[in-house]
């Protein structure tokens, strides 16, 4: 009688599936444990890893703000025209005013300025930057004025922004020229560029340094 075929019925019979070796179905099996503990491993490494360097998984921030004026009075130079007081409530609101119709924008400026110190003046020199001011106006929508001086390397000139009544922060940018070391740059405000003596709040005054 010839041989039959693997997986071969006889009629009326249902199809058998050919039996494979044990050894197949053992060296399946310990081939599926290797790839199990090869991932549990290199999972163990890499948590490990995460926990020696935490900053490693994450985000690098870009640098952060900083803070040039928090709203002491005591921190603004008023050139002459221009008035300072602190909010008689609050120690972190500067009210500021000026009579002044014209006004340059350069040196100190003709406005309430906040000189930056040295060392952060030279940091930033040949960056690009964005100022922001916290401020709000009480009863009057007058427009102010803000703008980056570099002493005697060249200045952003004003830039102007209509207030609220609420606070909100208003920002520009500006790349900051090469200029002379020693040399401080100051930010200036021109609280009232018509010169009513409208008076302008400002609590905050921050620059960030852009990628």
Same mark, same amino acid.
Do not use: C
């Given at each position: 009688?010839?041989?039959?075929?693997?997986?071969?019925?006889? $009629?009326?019979?249902?199809?058998?599936?050919?039996?494979? $070796?044990? =050894?197949?179905?053992?060296?399946?099996?310990?081939?599926? &444990?290797?790839?199990?503990?090869?991932?549990?491993?290199?999972?163990?490494?890499?948590?490990? +890893?995460?926990?020696?360097?935490?900053?490693?998984?994450?985000?690098?921030?870009?640098?952060?703000?900083?803070?040039?004026?928090?709203?002491?009075?005591?921190? &603004?130079?008023?050139?002459?025209?221009?008035?300072?007081?602190?909010?008689?409530?609050?120690?972190?609101?500067?009210?500021?005013?000026?009579? &002044?119709?014209?006004?340059?924008?350069?040196?100190?400026?003709?406005?309430?300025?906040?000189?930056?110190?040295?060392?952060?003046?030279?940091?930033?020199?040949?960056?690009?930057?964005?100022?922001?001011?916290?401020?709000?106006?009480?009863?009057?929508?007058?427009?102010?004025?803000?703008? +980056?001086?570099?002493?005697?390397?060249?200045?952003?000139?004003?830039?102007?922004?209509?207030?609220?009544?609420?606070?909100?922060?208003?920002?520009?940018? +500006?790349?900051?020229?090469?200029?002379?070391? =020693?040399?401080?740059?100051?930010?200036?405000?021109?609280?009232?560029?018509?010169?009513?003596?409208?008076?302008?709040?400002?609590?905050?005054?921050?620059?960030?340094?852009? $990628?």
């Amino acid at each position: 009688m010839a041989a039959r075929p693997a997986g071969w019925t006889a $009629p009326g019979q249902a199809p058998t599936q050919a039996v494979r $070796p044990r =050894g197949h179905r053992s060296r399946a099996f310990q081939f599926s &444990l290797i790839i199990v503990f090869a991932l549990l491993a290199l999972g163990a490494g890499f948590f490990g +890893y995460l926990r020696l360097n935490p900053s490693a998984g994450a985000r690098q921030p870009t640098e952060s703000a900083i803070m040039i004026f928090s709203g002491r009075a005591g921190e &603004l130079t008023a050139a002459p025209g221009n008035a300072v007081e602190q909010d008689p409530s609050d120690p972190q609101i500067a009210w500021i005013r000026s009579s &002044l119709k014209t006004a340059t924008s350069a040196g100190a400026t003709d406005g309430v300025s906040v000189p930056l110190p040295v060392n952060l003046s030279e940091r930033l020199q040949g960056q690009r930057i964005r100022i922001t001011v916290s401020a709000r106006r009480s009863g009057s929508t007058s427009p102010f004025a803000v703008a +980056y001086s570099t002493g005697k390397g060249g200045t952003s000139g004003w830039i102007v922004f209509d207030p609220a009544d609420t606070f909100k922060d208003f920002r520009f940018s +500006y790349v900051v020229p090469r200029g002379e070391a =020693g040399i401080n740059h100051y930010v200036g405000v021109w609280p009232d560029i018509g010169g009513k003596g409208e008076s302008l709040a400002i609590r905050r005054i921050t620059i960030t340094p852009k $990628p």
